[in-house]
């Protein structure tokens, strides 16, 4: 496991007074007129671990997609790092994971260019990738254990294996605000735990997490802060809620079975029911 | 091949096939990762209209046609966005579109007929002028260097198109891009292989390149490699075998398809008894596997 690094300029890392990393102010997403969220306001300081929780179709994608402008606000506004989203441009600092079936298009490709192409926003055009750049998409791809599978085409790779590479993807630009969209979904215990200690080290670095989850697991310590979204609002905002009091809520999914106090067995066959193959 | 070359007509048609074998499989590297494989052939009845235009309006019929399928193109994408019609029912209404505009519009120019369509829709490499020849190296260039600038962002867009937003991707203004250049592309096939069968030359290299293949980049080498081949190999059958040549290009590139599939059946298989044997010898994974900085196929 190698380090993995951000590009958090100095002076970000330091300034007590910088920008929330992410800023939601009254925002309304509608899908077809059909409102899916609507008033949240949310503040995500820079360095911090968010967690978003909520059962299936609570929206917690669609707030996900929204803060990066991948569907459009039908009120309200989104800034990152200070910027309204319209006018924001240092989208290598922005490092997204889709909850996604799969890693591939209709041309196979390998691991080690889909893993590249995160970094697409970062490279010189015409010009071959830089010693560093390599060395970035090297470490991302050790950060999620797919080094020696570096060669291969993604599409010969399970569903959990793809859904790392899209990890890397997003850790190979170095960006410092990471979007994580169920990463965990269809992960072994133990890519989980290599998941936790990279997010450990990003966020030691002082990079911002936004992660939606289901299951904690392995990343439940390195959480400070979570939202729960349910009725197309955000219900719960503070500290993280323990497990007994969550499921306890009415109105909460049961997807996992009561906690086992023993986070390394309960990590293993406690992971939310893979969706993908 | 010395009888062929000292024709000037051949000499033009074995230019005007390679440029096309080199230039079409590149643009269609990118249709068929963006499962858009048939667009090219939807462009192409597009095209068809432009040409009847060209001989209405009295215009050169390949510089209309190259107008007309790039608005095409970009009314598709339009269409792809805002109609919320998945692609290829927006495909489906351009093909029908430029065919029923086509064939309607050359019924009204003088003097021609729907025969006067045939050489566009088959080809017709024989008649290729040297004013055709430069005419289509400039489309060459055009969509080599356009792809060639735009390449990385291009990979994403089609990989995986919301990742491209999520970088801030001019997402809007690359599809423009892939479609206005897979139109020229078109245009400038169309003389070789014909409307017809001119996405062939965009998609049947790239099926065989990539049942060889495990990379973007191998399989756009490789269907270029396939695509002049064809180009190069039916057009020289066509002239000593007297058939169509678009027809003896197309069927070559199936032919290397079929080679393709039953050679990537045979490697994967090799590759999977090493595997397996590699695994029954309980070797761990590191160390004996190939590490990452010795690849010559990472991405750009
Ligand atoms: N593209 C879309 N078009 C229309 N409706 C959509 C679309 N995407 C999501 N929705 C609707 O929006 C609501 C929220 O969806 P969203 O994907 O944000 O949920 P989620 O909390 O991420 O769920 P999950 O836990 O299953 O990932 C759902 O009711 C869904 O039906
Ligand atoms: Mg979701």
């Known amino acids: 496991m190698s380090t993995v690094t951000t590009g958090v300029p100095a002076q970000d890392r330091t300034s007590a007074g910088a920008a929330p990393a992410v800023r939601v102010a009254d925002a309304a997403v509608a899908y077809d007129s059909t409102t899916v969220l609507s008033g949240v306001s949310l503040e995500v300081p820079a360095g911090e671990i968010l967690a978003v929780l909520g059962s299936n179709g609570s929206g917690k994608s669609t707030l996900v997609r929204a803060m990066l402008g991948l569907v459009p606000l039908s009120s309200g506004s989104v800034e990152l790092h200070g910027t309204p989203l319209r006018r924001f441009r240092e989208w290598g600092r922005i490092g997204y994971v889709p909850q996604r079936l799969s890693a591939g298009g209709g041309v196979p490709a390998t691991v080690r260019e889909v893993v590249a192409s995160g970094q697409v926003v970062r490279r010189r055009r ?22 020696d599978r570096a060669r291969d085409s993604v599409h010969e790779l399970s569903g959990g294996q793809q859904q790392r590479v899209l990890i890397a993807r997003a850790l190979a630009a170095r960006p410092d605000t990471f979007f994580l969209d169920e990463p965990m979904a269809g992960v072994d215990a133990a890519s989980q735990r290599a998941l936790a200690r990279t997010v450990t080290r990003l966020s030691a670095q002082g990079a911002t997490v936004v992660l939606v989850l289901h299951e904690p697991g392995p990343l439940e310590p390195l959480i400070g802060r979570s939202i729960v979204l349910s009725g197309g609002g955000i219900v719960h905002d503070g500290a993280p809620p323990r497990p007994e009091g969550d499921c306890a809520r009415p109105g909460h999914e049961h997807v996992h079975p009561h906690a086992d106090p023993d986070p390394a067995s309960a990590a293993l066959p406690d992971i939310e029911v893979p969706r993908r193959g | 091949m010395a009888e062929m070359l000292q024709l000037d007509f051949m000499r033009r048609a074995l230019l005007a096939a390679v440029l096309v074998g080199m230039v079409a499989p590149v643009i269609g590297t990118f249709l068929v990762q963006r499962r858009l494989a048939l667009l090219g052939d939807g462009i192409g009845h597009v095209a068809l209209t432009g040409v009847a235009l060209g001989f209405l309006t009295g215009t050169s019929p390949v510089v209309a046609a190259a107008i007309v399928a790039a608005i095409g193109a970009g009314l598709i994408e339009l269409v792809r966005v805002r109609a919320r019609t ?10 029908y579109g430029g065919i029923a505009g086509g064939v309607l519009l050359i019924g009204l ?16 490499v024989s008649t290729v002028t040297s004013g055709d020849i430069v005419m289509v190296a400039v489309l060459a260039v055009l969509v080599l260097a356009t792809v060639g600038y735009f390449g990385r962002e291009l990979f994403v867009l089609c990989q995986d198109e919301e990742a491209a937003r999520a970088h801030g991707l001019p997402v809007r203004m690359l599809s423009l891009v892939i479609a206005v250049t897979a139109a020229l592309t078109v245009v400038l096939a169309m003389r070789v292989v014909g409307v017809l069968l001119v996405s062939a030359l965009m998609v049947v290299p790239v099926a065989a390149a990539q049942q060889l293949s495990r990379s973007f980049r191998v399989t756009l080498a490789l269907a270029v490699a396939i695509g002049v081949a064809s180009a190069l190999g039916g057009l020289s059958t066509a002239f000593y075998a007297d058939v169509a040549p678009g027809a003896a290009i197309v069927l070559l590139a199936l032919g290397v398809f079929a080679a393709a599939v039953a050679a990537g059946y045979l490697v994967r298989s090799a590759r999977g008894m090493a595997r397996s044997t590699r695994d029954a010898a309980g070797a761990p994974a590191e160390g004996t596997m190939p590490q990452t900085e010795q690849g010559g196929v990472a991405s750009s």
């Open chain 2, 86 to 95: 998945s692609g290829d029912v927006a495909l489906a209404l351009l093909f």
């Open chain 1, 126 to 147: 015409l010009h071959r990738a830089t010693a560093a750049e390599r060395a970035a998409v090297g470490e991302a791809l050790e950060a999620v254990d797919l080094a």
């Open chain 2, 109 to 124: 120019a003088p003097g021609t007929t729907t025969a006067t369509l045939t050489a566009y829709l088959f080809g017709s």
